[in-house]
């Protein structure tokens, strides 16, 4: 596969507005002469078309490697990022043990909003039974505007706001839930689950396209 432009995809969906999802199978393709093999590196992927999107962060990072096999009169470059990505901690999550992907951060469009970011929009996933203590607790209030996104309040006026993607895992960001009390934080850790690589919800559709949310009564 020859690709001749390499144009960031600064969004979540395709063209067709169809749902883009984080992909790392190997692939491998020619540009500028070089043939690239990503590694791992994650990239965005249509499943409702096959077609494939590089987001800003997997641009940079392939054009870096391209410049630096040239520069070696090398005719391949083999880009295995993933690792990188997942490794130590961001800035803002110091002292905190939540499970995060930095991966999830840096490729899915929308999360970055300064450079060098302190990570505050990282997607913590959660068992979905996470909502029901947060529902009967004297502490603070859920108030669920759609069926798959809604918001925490507590008594101290933190308000954190939260999704349910199609998997049915509850997501928060690691930024909002930082704010919480260290009881709180307790509780969340019992709950937390490993990265799930998948934010569509309305949540995502509010907290980074800006959609307003009707507000549920039940």
Not at 164 to 184: F, H, P, Q, T, Y
Request: charged share 20%; with cysteine.
């Amino acid at each position: 596969m020859e690709i001749e432009q390499l144009i960031p995809h600064d969004s979540y969906f395709d063209n067709a507005n169809n749902p883009l999802h984080l992909c790392s199978d190997r692939l491998t393709f020619r540009h500028g002469g070089v043939k690239v093999t990503l590694n791992k590196l994650p990239y965005l992927k249509s499943n409702a078309t096959g077609e494939i999107f590089f987001p800003p962060a997997a641009v940079k990072i392939i054009q870096t490697e391209i410049e630096h096999a040239k520069s070696n009169n090398k005719e391949s470059a083999n880009i295995n990022w993933f690792g990188r990505f997942n490794r130590g901690k961001l800035p803002i999550a110091e002292g905190a043990h939540f499970k995060y992907s930095m991966v999830e951060h840096f490729f899915i469009p929308g999360l970055v909003r300064c450079i060098p970011s302190d990570g505050y929009l990282t997607p913590v996933y959660f068992n979905q039974d996470v909502l029901i203590k947060f529902e009967h607790s004297k502490n603070c209030e859920l108030h669920r505007s759609t069926p798959s996104a809604g918001l925490i309040t507590t008594k101290q006026g933190i308000e954190v706001a939260y999704g349910i993607n199609s998997a049915g895992s509850v997501i928060m960001w690691l930024g909002d839930i930082l704010r919480l009390s260290e009881n709180e934080h307790l509780y969340l850790y019992s709950e937390n689950i490993d990265p799930q690589y998948n934010l569509h919800s309305d949540f995502y559709r509010n907290q980074i396209l800006g959609e307003w949310l009707g507000q549920n009564d039940s």
